[in-house]
């Protein structure tokens, strides 16, 4: 059995290597720089971007805009819902000595190195050991997600590293960690609430008591939800509402789809392997509530995923929660395989 300092030694070393290869994969995509062949799959801006003079796709202009605005550059009256709705990283970005962009990718950069940390030690919680914890860090930042959408100038990376930083606390018992972690997450993100229906589904399979903490942690929500709204009221309207013909079209994106799917990538067909062929087969110990909390955080992750096809522009991006909670149950198939074959050979 090796020392604790020989163990320290190996996963310092497995850290550095999984820090190192999340800049070199996301670079050729830093500030949608686009190297060599790149920019002829990312496509064209739009034209309202163009016009503001962006030469940059997806959202990242409307909080390169948000920035603006708390530097005083520009009127509330030009930011756009649901954006200006999010206000966290911009006024991060306020601290840091860089342009907009540069700013917005240098903390999602930030938000990435500590939720491999967080991924880390909830697949520790888990009951996976040590290398399946590290194979999941490593399924987590080789991914077409990390290449694609890490340094482009979304806040997604923050929004992931809220999630993995509520359900650390959610499994670890921290519901302070979690109350704090919620009220900042959803001035990130409205949709850290996913957090709450899963700290429910925890308590309700470990038979605590729970609904005076999901009464307050829905209060914790819509006291930044509505105080953001009331403050940026004169922000323009959403003009893309839900409904059957976003669906249609989002149907005809045949760049979307396939960006959805890489960025599911090993462990989304691994996880749905695992609800079809191996659950209730997985000899995996968990704890009381575990295994239902990652259960309902995949699902739920799932849901938001088919809503978006009805309510915005879908493409991998509004698949990256359901990829990072795919991956306990990709680590769970691989470890009844190699278990199976280890039974197999007798070993």
């Given at each position: 059995?090796?020392?604790?300092?020989?163990?320290?030694?190996?996963?310092?070393?497995?850290?550095?290597?999984?820090?190192?290869?999340?800049?070199?994969?996301?670079?050729?995509?830093?500030?949608?720089?686009?190297?060599?062949?790149?920019?002829?799959?990312?496509?064209?801006?739009?034209?309202?971007?163009?016009?503001?003079?962006?030469?940059?796709?997806?959202?990242?202009?409307?909080?390169?805009?948000?920035?603006?605005?708390?530097?005083?550059?520009?009127?509330?009256?030009?930011?756009?819902?649901?954006?200006?709705?999010?206000?966290?990283?911009?006024?991060?970005?306020?601290?840091?000595?860089?342009?907009?962009?540069?700013?917005?990718?240098?903390?999602?950069?930030?938000?990435?190195?500590?939720?491999?940390?967080?991924?880390?030690?909830?697949?520790?919680?888990?009951?996976?050991?040590?290398?399946?914890?590290?194979?999941?860090?490593?399924?987590?930042?080789?991914?077409?997600?990390?290449?694609?959408?890490?340094?482009?100038?979304?806040?997604?990376?923050?929004?992931?590293?809220?999630?993995?930083?509520?359900?650390?606390?959610?499994?670890?018992?921290?519901?302070?960690?979690?109350?704090?972690?919620?009220?900042?997450?959803?001035?990130?993100?409205?949709?850290?609430?996913?957090?709450?229906?899963?700290?429910?589904?925890?308590?309700?399979?470990?038979?605590?008591?729970?609904?005076?903490?999901?009464?307050?942690?829905?209060?914790?929500?819509?006291?930044?939800?509505?105080?953001?709204?009331?403050?940026?009221?004169?922000?323009?309207?959403?003009?893309?509402?839900?409904?059957?013909?976003?669906?249609?079209?989002?149907?005809?994106?045949?760049?979307?789809?396939?960006?959805?799917?890489?960025?599911?990538?090993?462990?989304?067909?691994?996880?749905?392997?695992?609800?079809?062929?191996v659950r209730g087969r997985s000899a995996h110990s968990f704890r009381q509530g575990e295994l239902a909390a990652i259960t309902a955080l995949y699902f739920l992750s799932a849901g938001i995923v088919?809503?978006?096809?009805?309510?915005?522009?879908?493409?991998?991006?509004?698949?990256?929660?359901?990829?990072?909670?795919?991956?306990?149950?990709?680590?769970?198939?691989?470890?009844?395989?190699?278990?199976?074959?280890?039974?197999?050979?007798?070993?």
């Open positions: 059995m090796p020392s604790r300092n020989e163990n320290f030694k190996f996963i310092a070393l497995h850290f550095t290597i999984l820090f190192i290869l999340l800049f070199i994969i996301s670079f050729p995509r830093f500030n949608q720089q686009d190297l060599g062949p790149i920019k002829k799959f990312a496509g064209e801006p739009f034209d309202e971007f163009k016009a503001k003079g962006y030469n940059l796709n997806g959202d990242a202009p409307h909080y390169i805009d948000l920035v603006k605005y708390f530097k005083g550059e520009i009127p509330q009256s030009s930011l756009h819902a649901p954006f200006a709705y999010r206000p966290l990283v911009p006024l991060l970005c306020l601290l840091l000595p860089f342009e907009a962009l540069t700013s917005i990718n240098i903390l999602n950069l930030m938000w990435m190195s500590g939720s491999i940390v967080l991924l880390y030690k909830i697949l520790g919680v888990l009951n996976f050991t040590e290398n399946y914890a590290l194979a999941g860090c490593y399924l987590f930042v080789v991914s077409f997600a990390t290449f694609w959408y890490l340094t482009t100038g979304f806040i997604d990376p923050g929004f992931i590293f809220v999630l993995l930083l509520g359900l650390y606390f959610i499994l670890s018992g921290n519901n302070t960690g979690l109350f704090i972690t919620l009220f900042l997450g959803i001035l990130l993100k409205e949709a850290s609430v996913i957090l709450i229906p899963v700290y429910g589904v925890n308590k309700y399979y470990r038979k605590d008591e729970f609904a005076l903490r999901i009464l307050l942690l829905t209060l914790t929500a819509l006291i930044p939800i509505i105080a953001v709204r009331l403050i940026m009221n004169g922000v323009i309207p959403r003009d893309q509402m839900p409904g059957f013909d976003n669906f249609l079209s989002n149907l005809r994106s045949y760049k979307g789809l396939i960006s959805l799917f890489l960025t599911l990538g090993i462990p989304g067909l691994l996880s749905l392997h695992y609800f079809i062929f088919i809503l978006s096809f009805f309510s915005a522009h879908t493409d991998g991006r509004l698949t990256l929660q359901l990829f990072v909670s795919s991956i306990p149950f990709a680590l769970l198939v691989i470890e009844y395989f190699r278990t199976k074959n280890l039974k197999f050979s007798g070993k």
